[in-house]
């Protein structure tokens, strides 16, 4: 379910150049996906194991490797800019798709262990064997379950707004409850306008206050892409929390907007108690916290991996 950002808020900006066109949001991706070219990295696609999997790559092999993996909605390049940019001069940085957004796709049943595989198949065909892995909600459960299974490949973890095993049925029924869906798929993959402007105020502290017409063009671009595989992830996921759980041996940071709309800071306090990682809550902020407080949030991440 869980979605990190859907827009930079200098979309706004951009909608004053655009606002009488009917592809605004497919040339603000483009101009997106033009920054990142501007900045030194490169689109690169690997088809391995079934799995079709886009990535951003500044190919800086000497440095170390930081992997920003998005939440549910959105694709890579949108939910990470400004990390892809504060980041880029001392680290090498992979942004991938998750399989079944922005341009990743695979064969397989849509699940959390065809997610992590992904990420495990990526990982090895550009020879990475020590990643410090950054996650947002639904990354995050990816993140965690790749640390699970593959401990020794990775220097770090860090969970942004994902609570791992520690959030119950009764929470999530609770939160849907709150914001008036039926299920996680009523809420994570909309359909409409309408079901866009909820997601985007139950996902960001202060939502952008974005036209009609621009958030219909959301959909099949930056949201419900995948609608079918989308909704079997959300309905495989809650069956998969008690793999998220044993002995843990990787340094952990959790970061987590003191706001959230989605996840509780109790949460986020059971799930560093449980995983002795290291806590850090953000004022001002929801669950799109690394685009809502992104100088904070990059500080408090660089001190984590030099450390």
């Not at 947002?136 to 994902?162: C, E, M, Q, W």
């Not at 850090?280 to 949030?297: D, S, V």
Request: proline share 4%.
């Amino acid at each position: 379910m869980w979605f990190h950002k859907l827009f930079s808020l200098t979309l706004i900006a951009i909608l004053l150049l655009f606002n009488s066109c009917n592809k605004t949001v497919k040339k603000f991706d483009n101009r997106l996906a033009n920054k990142y070219i501007n900045r030194g990295f490169s689109s690169n696609k690997i088809e391995k194991n079934g799995h079709s999997i886009f990535y951003w790559d500044n190919k800086k092999e000497n440095s170390p490797v930081v992997v920003f993996i998005h939440g549910f909605g959105g694709d890579g390049k949108i939910s990470w800019e400004k990390q892809a940019k504060d980041f880029n001069d001392d680290y090498r940085v992979i942004v991938p798709d998750l399989l079944w957004f922005g341009n990743s796709t695979s064969t397989k049943t849509p699940s959390l262990s065809m997610q992590i595989d992904a990420i495990s198949t990526l990982l090895k065909e550009l020879s990475v064997q020590n990643a410090n892995l950054v996650g947002i909600s639904y990354g995050g459960f990816i993140s965690l379950g790749f640390a699970y299974k593959y401990p020794n490949r990775l220097n770090s973890v860090t969970i942004v707004d994902s609570p791992g095993s520690v959030i119950t049925d009764e929470e999530i029924d609770s939160f849907c409850k709150s914001v008036g869906a039926d299920n996680t798929v009523d809420a994570f993959v909309p359909e409409n306008a309408d079901e866009v402007k909820r997601l985007l105020n139950f996902s960001f502290h202060k939502p952008p206050k974005l036209p009609s017409f621009i958030r219909e063009q959301t959909i099949g671009i930056y949201l419900s892409k995948y609608p079918k595989q989308q909704s079997l992830l959300l309905k495989d996921l809650p069956q998969n929390r008690d793999s998220l759980t044993g002995e843990y041996d990787v340094p952990t940071l959790i970061l987590w907007g003191k706001e959230d709309k989605v996840f509780s800071i109790q949460n986020a306090k059971d799930l560093s108690s449980n995983l002795g990682a290291e806590l850090t809550i953000f004022e001002n902020a929801g669950h799109a916290l690394p685009e809502e407080q992104h100088k904070a949030f990059n500080k408090r991440l660089k001190t984590f991996l030099n450390d």
